[in-house]
């Protein structure tokens, strides 16, 4: 019997809020994902990468947004 080796899905979440983002380009960065969805959310162009949670069903990682002041 052959051994079967599949990868986990990615998932992307916005540390603070309820949104699941999908993964675009499996074969893509961490941070080349971040870049791509800093167009639809802003404040991801500062924001850190947390993670993987690696859970059976998928690796899921966190982008945390940096706090700043406006102005």
């Known amino acids: ?37 800093s167009d639809l959310y802003p404040e991801l162009v500062s924001a850190t990468v947390v993670g993987p949670n690696i859970t059976p069903d998928s690796v899921t990682y966190k982008f945390s947004p940096k706090a700043g002041t406006k102005g």
């Not at 916005?14 to 080349?32: F, H, K, R, W």
């Open 1 to 37: 019997m052959a051994m079967e080796i599949k990868g986990l899905p990615r998932k992307f979440q916005i540390e603070g809020q309820d949104i699941v983002l999908d993964d675009l380009n499996p074969s893509a960065s961490v941070d080349t994902v971040k870049r791509l969805y």
